[in-house]
């Protein structure tokens, strides 16, 4: 496949890019913040997502969706971090999906229709510890009736709290540190014996600490197969890897160009400081970091949607490159605007915040990086 | 099967049938490396074999026109080629500067009986080339170049010294740079092409700080140079230059083989489960890699269909140039006290400290690093300032 976008990806990225700057800009965010949303998310604007499409990008058309793949997923994505619109995109329509995609007819009739009308909102229910380690799941399902009870805690779960149902993953066997043996469920909010504690993230997202206390699932709640569980949850924490490293390439990109806008206007010494050598060469090496980026994203997209087998090398690459030049970029940004890149009215502030979530979810760029030694035998 | 399969196929094919098993394996260090020209001894009769079977079916320059020796594959063609020639590991038939600087800046400036004569020759392997750029004055600043041809009517007499000639010594022909118009500075200069047998051309070799002399230096002392052998029009070889020079820097974006799924050897990898900080730079480095080379497939795909900025190449030459020296540095740390070893056998005759020191120079040579940043940040982030 051509390293470029086809015709009808860059009308997609153009319809993105209205809709995002025109219905949830950075002043969009600012408002849900301000308010202290409990949500810290517009459903109005999720409704909105579903009719122009979106919410269904990954969906196959078989079942009712637009049966695309994770550059067209990855083209909005890019344009909710540049303008850090927020919505359970990342977590819904991609990682959600990407689950689900795997899970049978009765459980995809059930889920897809409300996600395909911007009704429906999904938790990824993983984390257990403060670092991402998915093969260190220790949450249990014991056989109990025709399914299982889970048992267990979980944390960072992004809108937790707002969502219609959780995706939990649990070990049905084996011990923490294998892979084997995990099983993924889809619970309900309502599941007796979970409870959830809402809490307010730096960037203003909200996520759910989770607690599990013997919460009874039918067999119909299992998503792939017991035990083998590793498949679905790998594939789902990919999605959502390229998903948040394609949102980093918005983020980075949007912090660089609002930095550059900077450069350009702001006086001193009685000159615009991007005259001055010690920026430019900064400014040109972050713009070749950001480049490298949004290429290695591309391409770990591409190999996702060609299903080839480099394609987790590459999307564990591609996380942590992303993340490392975003980051870049928002430091960067608030060095260079200076005392103003400090204020909260301004909004560079906003980006290196969101960027520190961003790197944080599925995976710093320090495990992706460990996990590419790995893979490349060493 | 679309016709890009089918021309898969067939390369793969016409491969497997022509390139000698000895051709497959990698090439051992620069002797290994054919470079053509009028001097040049083949190594093995494979390596004559492979050269002459590439030239039949113009497969040293894939892309190049048949007219001028090439195969007229499309990019398309030419990217399937080389892939197929990565996956079954088959060398370079051919390295020159013809091919990577001359042949296009001939394709674009040259008249049609010099890109018939020259650019056949190249195709060929017949003539080596070398570049006249760099002057002892003139580095990062070329256009302050002094070399002077005089006009004699039908011909020039060209007088000055030029410096970093890569293998002047064992080159048949130059391009160079000449100032033909001391009164303009941009626009007095010619691109000229000459014999380095020609009389008053002598050459110095440079000994480097990594024990090779990969560069001359190169004297020019009334040197006759016909009027029919300038590229594009006379005093505006400034312009040839410096399309040569993003050509050049293109290249180096398309540097890397396989893919790039790790960038070190099994022994190197032991070493590293033993040095936690050294396997963490290496990881980094490895993103940094895999980034590089997706980062280069996409310019290449948005070079061809004119997308691309065209300063980007000095944005892929300084993060090439840059990502190398670091490759080289942890390669270095890995080696040890083995890679310290500067003539054994043992340390391949100290290949790695050579290379690494050789690196250096990437970040030099063809434009600092600190002006490609310049360049980046005036013309492609438009940068004020002069």
Request: net charge negative; charged share 25%; proline share 3%.
């Amino acid at each position: 496949m051509a390293m470029t976008l086809n015709d009808d990806q860059n009308m997609l990225r153009d319809s993105a890019r209205d809709f995002m700057a025109s219905e949830a800009p950075v002043t969009h965010f600012r408002k849900f913040r301000d308010m202290g949303c409990k949500d810290g998310f517009s459903h109005d604007l999720w409704k909105q997502f579903a009719e122009m499409g979106f919410t269904g990008i990954l969906i196959p058309e078989a079942d009712g969706g637009m049966g695309m793949g994770q550059i067209e997923a990855g083209i909005v994505l890019e344009e909710i971090g540049r303008n850090l619109s927020p919505s359970p995109f990342l977590t819904t329509s991609v990682a959600a999906v990407e689950a689900l995609k795997m899970a049978d007819k009765a459980m995809r009739d059930r889920w897809f229709p409300g996600i395909l009308a911007g009704e429906t909102v999904i938790g990824i229910a993983i984390e257990e510890g403060v670092k991402h380690r998915p093969e260190k799941i220790a949450c249990v399902a014991t056989r109990s009736g025709n399914g299982f009870k889970l048992t267990g805690q979980k944390q960072f779960v992004v809108q937790g709290a707002s969502s219609d149902m959780l995706i939990v993953a649990a070990r049905t066997a084996g011990a923490a540190g294998e892979t084997d043996g995990l099983t993924l469920f889809a619970v309900d909010k309502d599941a007796a014996g979970l409870s959830m504690e809402a809490t307010r993230l730096l960037d203003s997202a909200v996520a759910a600490h989770v607690q599990l206390d013997g919460v009874q699932v039918d067999a119909d709640a299992i998503i792939g197969e017991v035990d083998g569980g590793w498949t679905v949850l790998s594939k789902m924490l990919d999605a959502g890897r390229v998903g948040a490293a394609a949102e980093m390439v918005g983020v980075g990109t949007g912090a660089m160009d609002m930095t550059f806008d900077y450069l350009k206007t702001r006086k001193q010494f009685d000159r615009v400081i991007g005259e001055f050598q010690a920026l430019q060469h900064r400014a040109a090496h972050l713009y070749g970091e950001m480049e490298g980026a949004r290429s290695i994203v591309l391409k770990a997209q591409s190999l996702m949607d060609e299903g080839h087998a480099k394609a987790e090398l590459y999307v564990a690459a591609a996380k942590a490159k992303a993340g490392l030049a975003c980051n870049l970029s928002v430091r960067e940004g608030v060095q260079m605007h200076g005392g103003i890149g400090m204020t909260d009215e301004y909004d560079i502030g906003l980006y290196m915040k969101r960027d520190r979530s961003l790197n944080e979810f599925f995976g710093d760029a320090y495990y992706h990086a460990d996990r590419v030694a790995t893979m490349n035998g060493y | 099967m679309s016709d890009l399969e089918t021309f898969r196929t067939e390369a793969r094919a016409w491969l497997e049938e022509n390139c000698p098993a000895e051709m497959r394996t990698p090439a051992k260090g620069d002797d290994d490396v054919c470079w053509g020209g009028r001097n040049f001894v083949f190594q093995s009769e494979a390596q004559k074999l492979w050269l002459e079977r590439c030239v039949a079916k113009g497969y040293t320059v894939p892309d190049w026109p048949k007219a001028y020796g090439g195969a007229g594959l499309s990019p398309q063609e030419t990217k399937i080629l080389r892939q197929e020639m990565a996956k079954l590991g088959c060398r370079s038939p051919l390295n020159s500067f013809g091919i990577w600087m001359l042949g296009p800046a001939l394709l674009k400036f040259g008249t049609e009986e010099q890109k018939v004569h020259y650019m056949g020759q190249i195709a060929r392997g017949e003539i080596r080339w070398c570049q006249g750029y760099s002057e002892p004055g003139s580095g990062s600043d070329l256009v302050s170049m002094q070399t002077f041809g005089e006009d004699k009517g039908d011909h020039w007499v060209v007088n000055g010294q030029k410096i970093w000639t890569s293998y002047a010594d064992k080159a048949d022909w130059i391009f160079c740079l000449v100032r033909t118009d001391k009164a303009n500075k941009y626009h007095g200069i010619s691109f000229l092409l000459f014999d380095m047998e020609t009389a008053g051309v002598t050459t110095k070799p440079i000994k480097l700080i990594s024990g090779n002399s990969p560069f001359c230096e190169t004297f020019f002392d009334n040197v006759v140079v016909p009027k029919d052998q300038v590229v594009g029009e006379i005093n505006r070889g400034w312009d040839v230059a410096k399309y040569l020079l993003g050509h050049e820097r293109e290249m180096i974006s398309g540097m890397g083989g396989d893919g790039g799924v790790t960038s070190i050897g099994a022994a190197m990898k032991a070493t590293l489960s033993e040095e936690p900080v050294l396997r963490a730079q290496m990881a980094l480095f490895d993103v940094d890699n895999l980034t590089f080379r997706a980062h280069g497939e996409r310019f290449m795909d948005e070079w061809k269909t004119g997308k691309a900025h065209p300063a980007y190449s000095n944005l892929m030459k300084y993060v090439g140039t840059e990502l190398n020296k670091k490759r080289n540095e942890l390669v270095m740390s890995i080696g040890g006290s083995q890679a310290l070893e500067w003539e054994s056998e043992r340390a391949n005759g100290g290949s790695k400290a050579r290379n690494w020191l050789r690196t250096k120079a990437n970040s030099i040579e063809g434009g600092t690093s600190e002006v490609m940043l310049n360049v980046v940040s005036k013309r492609i982030l438009e940068m004020p300032g002069g």
